[in-house]
């Protein structure tokens, strides 16, 4: 048992042999459990440089080494649910040396990714697509004739989601040649019983146990009467004294488990004789988030994740100006404050509710808290069915996580008018976390719906009063903020209404107006200041402030559009498409997010590439201005 994270490099000796699966098949059985102590460790090491996530990978080492070590990896398919667990599979499948580089700008990703290792089957970062996923490449090798076999990961959070049901329905339909490992990690669906337990769970994956069974179907088939019918039950109320539930054989599914997923002596003949079944396979396993880590096992939720260690200073830091509130703070301090006055307010998450900072409101308000686990559909439609009873909901979820929801918010929510509020939190570009978890099509994928009512404030002030703006206003309202920490606004404790659809004016220059959309308004006001270029904080995407916009067009050349979006379809978007309406002929330049992917590095320097720095809009502004011969006073700081 760990208790530190070693600052030093451990010794490896064994994993120092492992450079692809392949290695590590080619060593003896008797050495994982010693394996598995090393590559803990250097997990451990490795991310205490780096950061990132961290228990997860802690708890599936075993696991991991299990399904190399049995599985002909990469001709067979291994695909990991969400990711956060892949760090131990990362080092194992050539890429230990690249470790120190995890999360960094072109360093490797801290989720499983198809351009990074041929390991990589699938890429992921959001949850409960690994079944879907492994069923279409196991179907995949039947139609083509390949003689393959395919594993999906998935841990017992992620089942909750009705994504992994609906797949699970289908292999079982199909009879695919497939298995999945339930990784359960919070003993949510049983408790390891012991001994009687994996005594039945090594018997029911064995080939003996299953071509008795398979044998004496047959048997029984040409007996009269239907005896087939009373063995079938007598089986699955054996199963049902030790396995946690007969769910997943009802669904179609040979179920084995549950069987301790951290005892090497067990996993390996276990899924040995598994790999080799016929038809659709599911694996129950316990293990411990955090698992050889004291601190991790006593706190897996606060070492979900871990930022960089750094060693200790020979020298003290200089006291440094305290950070302001991060904006999930801002977020659950309004809910709290907002909830205290008005009893109508439920607040709704899908299994974000430290993330989205709800802790709070899950403890002063449990009666009025609902965490619907990873069903996004379900979390929207719920607050629907809420609003139609009037209730005031407000569903608290990540930007990336509301895509997945965005039938329900069509359908169900705007086309019905219902008085639904949405804190849309990590808005933009997300740092380290990548593609996957980026913000970046939320206004885009909002503004085209009608009855939304879509605002992104600049700081955490603006935050506080559009999410109390929002919340009173009758109609489905939606207020996007990023992750992290604002410029450090002082926050009003009073809440009030702001008029809809109206910006502030926070620069008045010449020539050049910036309308700014969300956080980037810092960037906007110092580059600004270099132009004399005046800047408007929009707040509002729709509806616009049209009025300012015509008064901002009729006074200056040229109208710059900011936002931390998708330029296609954006606040941007908005703004030409009304300048176009009112016959306004002023050139216009869209700075946001490029129409690409955006790969994961320090937030600061994502933005900078994008040209989302103060320079960065700067320099933009200069080259537009230079290409339209356009008349206007540029200082130069």
């Not at 004496?216 to 239907?226: D, Q, S, T, V, Y």
């Not at 087939?228 to 039950?233: A, I």
Request: charged share 25%; net charge negative; hydrophobic share 40%.
């Amino acid at each position: 048992m760990f208790k530190e994270i070693p600052l030093q490099r451990p010794n490896t000796p064994l994993l120092d042999r492992i450079t692809a699966p392949a290695d590590l098949r080619g060593q003896s059985e008797e050495s994982l459990s010693a394996l598995a102590k090393e590559l803990r460790e250097y997990l451990l090491y490795t991310v205490g440089r780096t950061g990132g996530h961290f228990g997860a990978g802690l708890g599936v080492v075993e696991l991991t080494l299990a399904l190399h070590y049995v599985y002909n990896t990469p001709e067979d398919r291994l695909v990991w649910d969400v990711g956060h667990q892949c760090y131990p599979h990362k080092i194992i499948t050539g890429r230990r040396e690249q470790m120190h580089t995890m999360r960094m700008a072109d360093g490797l990703a801290g989720f499983p990714k198809r351009a990074e290792s041929d390991y990589d089957t699938f890429g992921v970062g959001h949850s409960s697509t690994s079944i879907s996923a492994a069923l279409g490449m196991a179907l995949a090798a039947r139609q083509k004739g390949e003689d393959r076999r395919t594993v999906a990961v998935i841990g017992d959070g992620a089942m909750t989601a009705g994504m992994a049901f609906e797949a699970i329905n289908h292999a079982a339909h199909c009879r695919a040649n497939m298995l999945v490992v339930l990784n359960d990690n919070q003993m949510s669906i049983s408790k390891n019983e012991g001994g009687l337990n994996t005594y039945f769970s090594k018997i029911w994956a064995s080939k003996v146990y299953n071509n008795i069974r398979d044998g004496g179907k047959e048997i029984l088939a040409k007996l009269p009467g239907n005896p087939k019918e009373l063995v079938g039950r007598l089986e699955e109320y054996m199963k049902g004294m030790v396995a946690p539930a007969t769910l997943f054989e009802e669904l179609g599914f040979n179920y084995i488990g549950p069987i301790d997923g951290h005892d090497l002596d067990v996993l390996v003949p276990t899924i040995r004789n598994m790999r080799d079944l016929e038809g659709p396979q599911l694996l129950h396993i316990i293990t411990r988030k955090g698992k050889g880590f004291e601190p991790a096992e006593k706190d897996p939720i606060g070492y979900h994740a871990i930022t960089k260690i750094e060693p200790k200073p020979a020298q003290p830091k200089p006291v440094t100006k305290p950070k302001g509130p991060k904006y999930q703070k801002v977020f659950g301090d309004w809910l709290c404050d907002t909830a205290a006055i008005d009893q109508r307010l439920v607040g709704i998450t899908p299994a974000m509710c430290e993330g989205s900072g709800m802790v709070e409101f899950s403890e002063r308000f449990a009666d009025r808290y609902y965490d619907v686990a990873i069903a996004e559909q379900h979390a929207l439609t719920l607050a629907a069915g809420m609003a139609c009873e009037g209730l005031k909901p407000v569903v608290a979820i990540y930007s990336t996580f509301l895509q997945r929801g965005y039938d329900q918010l069509i359908h169900d929510i705007a086309l019905q008018n219902l008085d639904v509020t949405f804190g849309i939190d990590r808005a933009g570009l997300v740092g380290e976390d990548g593609p996957t978890h980026a913000g970046a099509f939320d206004l885009s994928y909002l503004r085209c719906i009608p009855n939304m009512l879509i605002m992104a404030p600049s700081d955490e002030n603006e935050t506080r009063q559009l999410l109390y703006t929002g919340f009173c206003f009758n109609g489905p309202a939606a207020i996007r903020y990023p992750r992290g920490t604002g410029p450090g606004a002082l926050i009003e404790r009073e809440m009030r209404e702001l008029p809809i659809g109206k910006g502030v004016l926070k620069r008045e220059g010449k020539s050049v107006a910036i309308l700014s959309f969300g956080t980037l308004l810092p960037a906007a006001l110092e580059a600004a200041e270099k132009l004399d270029a005046s800047v408007a904080d929009m707040r509002f995407v729709k509806p616009l402030d049209e009025e300012l916009i015509l008064r901002l067009a009729d006074s200056h050349d040229l109208i710059v559009t900011l936002e931390e979006n998708a330029i296609a379809g954006g606040a941007g978007s908005a703004a030409n498409e009304f300048l176009h309406a009112t016959s306004r002929n002023n050139p216009v330049l869209n700075l946001g997010l490029p129409d690409e992917f955006t790969d994961h590095g320090n937030h600061t320097e994502m933005l900078a590439s994008c040209g989302l720095s103060s320079e960065g809009v700067y320099s933009a502004i200069c080259e537009r201005l230079q290409q339209s011969d356009l008349k206007a006073a540029v200082h130069k700081s």
